[in-house]
């Protein structure tokens, strides 16, 4: 019986919705889901698996103008997703009307491999809406198939899914079958800490903050947790941890239960905030926290 496995990355706008499809696909959450752009930091790998297929999904960053170092290190990731792709989703949704970076654009329309343009949120859509929106990616992207698509109420998900295997080439898996991911337990820690920021606190704190877990002790009954939250400033530290530490306790409670449910172990979670100034323009802390592969 014959075998297809293949890369399959999946780029677009901020808060198009990829995260929200590649855990449709996976069903896990493994992508930080919230209605606050620029979620997404690092290329998070999802591995579906079946008898007769691997399929590696690549959730990356939202294309953006990069401001500073870690912007610009999160571009990095998307400008890979075009290297070893074997088959490429360019993710939009209704409304949109380009893509936010012309050098990325010209990538996917001269894309030497299958590109899926998949126009999400048509759940918000009107039928007159939808038809001027395929209209208009038609013109833009010729080389794309065109699916509507709603990645929250999973409509047309399976479609594309058959279609992506369908596209794959024959190839033994690239990774032990009962794999999910290619992260380990510890970048989960940090970004279900950091989805419960993005959620809890407004404005700069949640682009300003990097989670780092120290300590990871998995015994037979319970995992044993110890995170740091690294700001920029002072002023930082004291929003993270709120009057009488409220703030922070909220964010630790909340953070510990979807970890029990990720690994399906009781979780004892202890978090501190420190100082890490200017750390999202430092190369070398960049490196650190696995932005910078330079």
């Known amino acids: 019986m014959s ?40 290329r998070i790998l999802g591995i579906v698996n079946g008898d007769d297929f691997q399929v590696v999904l690549s959730d990356t960053p939202g294309i953006i103008k990069p ?3 870690l912007q610009n290190a999160m571009m990095d990731f998307v400008k890979t997703a075009f290297e070893d792709a074997d088959v490429l989703l360019y993710m939009v949704e209704i409304g949109d009307k380009e893509l936010k970076d012309e050098a990325f654009f010209n990538k996917i329309i001269h894309a030497k491999i299958p590109v899926l343009l998949l126009l999400n949120k048509i759940d918000t859509s009107n039928q007159e809406q939808l038809e001027a929106q395929v209209a208009l990616w038609q013109e833009k992207v010729p080389n794309a198939e065109i699916f509507p698509i709603s990645a929250l109420k999973n409509f047309n998900v399976k479609e594309v899914f058959d279609r992506i295997l369908a596209l794959l080439p024959d190839s033994p898996p690239y990774y032990p079958k009962d794999a999910l991911t290619d992260k ?9 800490i950091r989805e419960k920021i ?53 964010v630790g409670t909340m953070a510990r239960e979807d970890m029990e449910k990720f690994f399906g172990k009781q979780v004892y979670l202890e978090i501190f905030v420190k100082i ?4 999202r323009s430092n190369a070398r802390q960049l490196r650190r926290f696995g932005y910078n592969q330079k």
């Not at 496995?5 to 493994?30: C, D, H, Q, W, Y």
């Not at 606190?201 to 037979?220: L, N, Q, R």
């Not at 920029?232 to 993270?240: A, N, S, V």
């Open 3 to 42: 075998h297809k496995a293949g890369f399959v990355n999946i780029i677009g706008n901020p808060n198009v919705g990829k995260s929200t499809l590649m855990n449709a696909f996976i069903g896990e959450r493994l992508s930080i889901i919230t209605s606050k752009a620029q979620t997404t930091r690092h």
């Open 67 to 69: 401001a500073y170092e």
């Open 184 to 192: 380990p337990e510890r970048f989960f820690v940090n970004e279900i």
């Open 198 to 250: 993005l959620l809890n606190y407004d404005k700069e704190i949640p682009y300003a903050v990097e989670v780092e877990t120290e300590e990871f002790k998995e015994e037979e009954h319970i995992i044993r947790i110890k995170a740091l939250i690294m700001v920029e400033r002072e002023t930082q530290k004291g929003i993270i941890i709120g009057h009488k530490g409220g703030a922070l306790k909220k």
């Open 276 to 279: 890490n100034k200017d750390w």
